[in-house]
């Protein structure tokens, strides 16, 4: 499909969203539920992502609450990166507020300035950037054997790639969000905007599957055939490959078709209870785009154009993933989720 001169296809037995074939048999609750318990149990190293990366450019800084703990991320004077908790140790104020200047926090209640190493009680934390998307490490909430580095996912060379990271958060657990990514079965249904003809060829406890799957990623891949919609019948076809590499950590890497060694990644950070003691994620996924077309050169220069589409495109389908998991959550919480 790569040699083709344009990446499109027309549609030529298109049929309603109605007549489509039905998926729910495939989807097996017990599949998906197996998928998401050997996700559960790989090394997480106790590694969490914070944001995108270009967030912390200049005097950039990164602040969230994760599972109730509050982090602040920045580059020192040096430009390495740094980062902590989010409470300024002299009086509690959010540092989350507090502005950068050259490479050093300043309070912004009475002025403690923090450059990154332990001071006045305030002690740093891990912390990593990949290149795309910054993590912390907090051993106290994620509890298993630390790892130096988070696991990071196989991606396109930075140089030929075009990067989004599109960021929300819905009330759920991150097993809600890993769950509606290992269930690719939903795609041409739930989001027939975006996908049409949607296959899934391969998958854990079918007959390659059982061997491994077709894409050479493991027992646990899913490898799934499908278009994405661009107008009327013209569609690209692609083939997929989901796998789930840490407990809160879902990759679809696109192995044949337009964009082939392209990569998804979709991060869920648990952030703590709302006002009301209910769980919130966020859902941070990374788009990496790639391809040897010569015109995608055009297409990366372009990128500060480009990344807010991209964003959107994301954001419309998560604005229908955020519900599957948050009414996963919701059965689940109250004990009337099936099976």
């Not at 197996?34 to 912390?56: D, E, I, M, T």
């Not at 690719?184 to 059982?210: E, I, K, N, R």
């Not at 998560?318 to 948050?326: I, Q």
Request: glycine share 12%.
């Amino acid at each position: 499909m790569n040699r083709r001169r344009l990446p499109l296809s027309l549609r030529r037995h298109a049929v309603s969203w109605e007549r489509q074939r039905p998926t729910w048999q495939e989807a097996r609750p017990g599949l998906i539920a197996g998928g998401l318990k050997r996700a559960q149990a790989r090394p997480s190293g106790n590694w969490y992502v914070l944001g995108a990366s270009h967030a912390l450019r200049g005097d950039g800084k990164l602040a969230r609450t994760v599972a109730g703990q509050e982090v602040v991320v920045w580059r020192g004077p040096d430009g390495r990166l740094v980062g902590g908790p989010g409470i300024c140790p002299h009086l509690g104020a959010p540092l989350r507020d507090s502005p950068v200047r050259c490479g050093t926090l300043v309070c912004h209640w009475h002025g403690l300035a923090l450059d990154g190493g332990p001071y006045a009680g305030w002690s740093p934390l891990p912390v990593h950037d990949d290149g795309v998307l910054v993590w912390v490490r907090l051993d106290a909430v994620g509890g298993e054997e630390p790892l130096d580095a988070p696991v990071v996912p196989r991606r396109p060379e930075p140089a030929r790639a075009l990067t989004a990271v599109y960021t929300g958060v819905g009330v759920c657990e991150p097993e809600d969000v890993v769950a509606n990514r290992l269930d690719p079965w939903h795609g041409a249904w739930f989001h027939p905007y975006s996908f049409v003809d949607l296959t899934v060829v391969d998958a854990p406890g079918g007959p390659a599957g059982a061997a491994g799957g077709s894409a050479g990623d493991g027992p646990d891949a899913l490898t799934v055939d499908v278009s994405f919609k661009v107008a009327g019948r013209l569609v690209v076809p692609v083939r997929a490959v989901f796998t789930a590499p840490e407990p809160r950590t879902v990759v679809m890497h696109i192995t044949e078709g337009e964009g082939a060694g392209s990569v998804v990644e979709t991060h869920a950070t648990p952030l703590g209870a709302d006002g009301a003691g209910r769980p919130r994620t966020a859902v941070v996924e990374a788009v990496v785009a790639a391809s040897h077309r010569p015109g995608f050169a055009a297409a990366r220069r372009a990128a500060p154009l480009l990344r807010p589409l991209v964003r959107a495109a994301a954001g419309r389908l998560w604005r229908d993933d955020l519900a599957y998991a948050e009414r996963r959550w919701q059965l689940r919480s109250t004990g009337r989720f099936p099976g």
